[in-house]
């Protein structure tokens, strides 16, 4: 969608429920669970937060808050080798920014073990669950495919008191890693290939985050989440759509255990063009290297995106446009950056800097003097206020703000020309000073001091309005420009053998120089602004007083869409 599509949809359309939205609206006309709404949001702790989270987040913490419910955070935490308390920090940490609230309600899927390990029990004395000793392979081997039945397990049928006998043995230690699972008994012909005796515990010799060395026993997430959620009154239970076969075990656990009946929805996950949206592959990412940490700011993370200028605002308000789906889509990333760039353009102050230096000199100007003007700090907002810009003989423009042998329709600055300086005064470009080499070293101008404030003195017009600083004031920083990750819109499509890291984007980020105004100076780490002319900027975590380092967050127009054509 283009910028004015967008903007066309938007005041033209009137809402309409989206089809999570029917489901919750009809129970609550049906009085289900007493009208009550109660989700979660479930992420396992072994990576960091990415804006396909962002969109599960905004959505159950977003049911939650219209329907006057409450919506739980809750860790998935049921396999202990991958996870860590790294993880669950920067989560809290995300979902937090992205301004929802869990109240007391953090929750841990390991808190429930001992239920759920009950819940085993259950299942075992009415004769639903088994000890199997089939290997891993062996269980692969007898499962059949869709079409074809499996083969039951040789261990299917020992006596309750056999089941009990060895789960207990299992759970206190006495066997090996992969020697024996539980399995529930729903049968072996199913279709449904998650309904063919799914294991429900394997043993694990793992250290625990959160539980220590306390189980040697870890249950499957098909019975772990949705006990979790039965346990917690989770009326819906909101999912993405690879979880749509596993909702008939989800339901014949809750029935067999006669637990609260939690509802399962799915929806299609968000997928974004340019960048590639897996833990698993955002983790090779950062240890291979090939990004500075999950915070990078080219990685589509919620703390990557938070570094490199994003707004809270910003992703709500993607996530809120985008809706849910139950079909797998792809969206444009240029789509997000609007979002950023609507929020950015109201909340920032503006300022100049210079990416590329060109020195300009203004003969009529008196050497050492200096003087400072006003400018404005947000045309959209009036009371965002003033700042003072020091303007002096020397100052620095942009190179590409001079053309030696411009064209007739070229309003910038050539010989001979006038220009405006913005906020300053209107300069006409007298000669130029080249190097030996050829090089334009020096623009000469002049000025006229009656265009005080860049207004015209005699109602004579200039076409350019240019930015500059003040050489003598100026600020040196370093600036990250970033550019997509990946090089192709689907980074995922890659011929067999290949690997989605040879889509990489190689100039994803040029870092240089640039030459700010001194107002700058006074801005903290994470600050946003725009530099006028070029784009929305902010100072990024690891500046310092002496150090700006600028993150270029998003151009001001949607210059891709221009490159690729579309
Ligand atoms: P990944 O595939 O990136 O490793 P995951 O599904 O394993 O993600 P979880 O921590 O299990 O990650 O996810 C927490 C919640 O976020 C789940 O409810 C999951 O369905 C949802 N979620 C994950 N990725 C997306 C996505 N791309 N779009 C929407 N929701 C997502
Ligand atoms: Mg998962």
Partial sequence: MTEKEHLSKETEEVKSLNFIEEFVE???????????????????????????????????????????GLCNLRFDDTNPVVEDVEYVDSIREDVRWLGFDWGDREFYASDYFDQIYEFAIKLIKDGKAFVCEMSGEEVSATRGTPNQAGNESPYRNRTVAENLDLFERMKNGEFADGTKTLRAKTGMDSPNMQMRDPVMYRIKHAHHHRTGDKWCIYPMYDFAHGQSDS????????????????????NWYIQELGIFPSRQIEFARLNITFTVMSKRKLLQLVKENYVNGWDDPRMPTICGMRRRGYTALALRNFADRIGVAKRENIIDISLLEFFVREDLNKITQRLMAVMNPLKMVITNYPEGKSEDLDATNNPEDETMGKHNVPFSRELFIEQDDFMEDAPKNYFRLTVGQEVRLRYAYFVKCTNIVKDETGKITEIHCTYDPESKGGKSPDGRKVKGTIHWVSAQHAVKAETRLYDRLFSVENPDDVPEGGDFKDNMNPNSLTISECFVEPFAKTFKAMDKFQFERIGYFCLDKDATTEKLIFNKTVGLKDTWAKVVGK
Avoid: M, V
């Avoid at 396992?44 to 990415?50: C, F, W």
């Avoid at 987040?57 to 049911?63: D, E, P, R, S, V």
């Avoid at 819906?236 to 989800?250: A, G, M, Q």
């Fill in 26 to 68: 009809d129970d609550i006309k049906n009085q289900k669970h007493a009208g009550r709404i109660h989700t979660r949001f479930p992420p396992e702790p072994n990576g960091y937060l990415h804006i396909g989270h962002a969109k599960s987040i905004c959505l159950n913490f977003g049911l939650a808050l219209k329907y006057n």
């Fill in 231 to 250: 346990i917690e009154g989770i009326t819906h239970s909101i999912c993405t759509l690879e979880f749509e076969n596993h909702r008939p075990l989800y």
